[in-house]
């Protein structure tokens, strides 16, 4: 069973939205892909917010360019955390209007949005949500977070040893 849905409205966000899947099966995280078109496929978006809950579910992935009205409408049909990535279209007014559609919810419908084409955070967080309830998958963050920590100190080493011109 599947702990977190990646959806995007349409094939052309799936460079941008297998980010999250990427870092979610590096975490052990399992998770499901689909897309789910809020514009053109409404009545599967309906059916996917609505029974995302009881197939097990614990954090949906909502990714959209241009208007991007998929995450924020999947969040006013379940109580589980949406997460809301705004994707870079090539129709987008330079992104702006999807991190606006996303971010801009009225009271009552949060959802949580990342930073434009931030996928891979969106699958961080994500993972932060189940490792709630998830102690393997808080062991895999706790690693995770750690090898960010070494790999900054390691660049630091270097550029002390080789100077700003060789890294």
């Known amino acids: 069973m599947s702990q977190v849905g990646i959806i995007m409205g349409s094939k052309s966000d799936l460079p941008v939205m297998k980010e999250a899947a990427e870092i979610l099966e590096e975490l052990g995280v399992s998770f ?39 995450p924020g409408m999947v969040a006013s ?33 949060p959802v949580a949005t990342v930073a434009l084409d ?19 998958v808080a062991a895999n963050l706790d690693k995770y977070k750690a090898s960010l920590k070494e790999k900054v100190l390691n660049t630091a080493d270097e550029l002390k040893q080789s100077g700003y011109k060789n890294i």
């Open 118 to 136: 931030g996928a891979k955070n969106a699958g961080i967080l994500a993972a932060s949500i189940v490792s709630t309830f998830d102690d393997e």
């Open 32 to 70: 499901e892909i689909d897309i789910v078109s809020a514009h053109r496929t409404p009545e599967k978006m309906v059916d996917y917010a609505t029974t995302a809950r009881k197939r097990g579910l614990k954090a949906i992935i909502a990714g959209a360019g241009g208007a991007a009205h998929l």
């Open 77 to 109: 049909m379940t109580s589980l955390p949406v997460i809301g990535v705004p994707v870079k279209s090539r129709n987008s007014i330079d992104g702006w209007d999807s991190v606006l559609s996303i971010l801009q919810m009225p009271g009552g419908i």
